[in-house]
């Protein structure tokens, strides 16, 4: 699945999956290694309109307007992941895909195609200044 929907259903059926009755959890943080996280925060910030909530020698903390936050790791942080991950850990919402996608090549980005389900999503992606590949989403 590369966009959300409101229910998950197993590939070939029509109905929903069965819902765990496992204790609720949430995701707390999601990570991207960097190899400067001031840096990568300030790009992030500008790029995504995403708020600094904290930053150090080792990580920067970033967080949206949900209070969903993004952790970019640095060399520091002591979690052993490179740069330049060869897929996204993560989806990126925007606003209009379109817009941002042109934004993008604008400033020089190798974009992919705006492609997807009008009805489900859109999407494009991209890598950003570290290499990552980020997947940014209309929804």
Not at 22 to 35: D, E, H, Q, S
Not at 99 to 118: C, K, L, Q, S
């Amino acid at each position: 699945m590369i966009c959300g929907r409101d229910t998950l259903r197993p590939p070939g059926t029509t109905q929903p999956a069965a819902v765990s009755s496992a204790p609720v959890t949430k995701i707390g943080t999601v990570f991207l290694p960097v190899r400067d996280p001031a840096a990568a925060s300030v790009w992030f910030q500008k790029s995504f309109d995403l708020t600094e909530y904290a930053v150090d020698d080792w990580a920067a903390v970033l967080v949206d307007s949900a209070g969903i936050k993004l952790t970019l790791l640095g060399p520091t942080s002591g979690v052993p992941a490179t740069p330049g991950l060869p897929w996204a850990t993560h989806n990126l919402v925007v606003e209009d895909v379109f817009a941002t996608h042109a934004r993008m090549a604008d400033e020089g980005y190798a974009v992919t195609n705006v492609t997807g389900d009008p009805a489900v999503c859109r999407y494009f992606s991209m890598r950003d200044p570290d290499g990552n590949v980020l997947l940014i989403c209309d929804r």
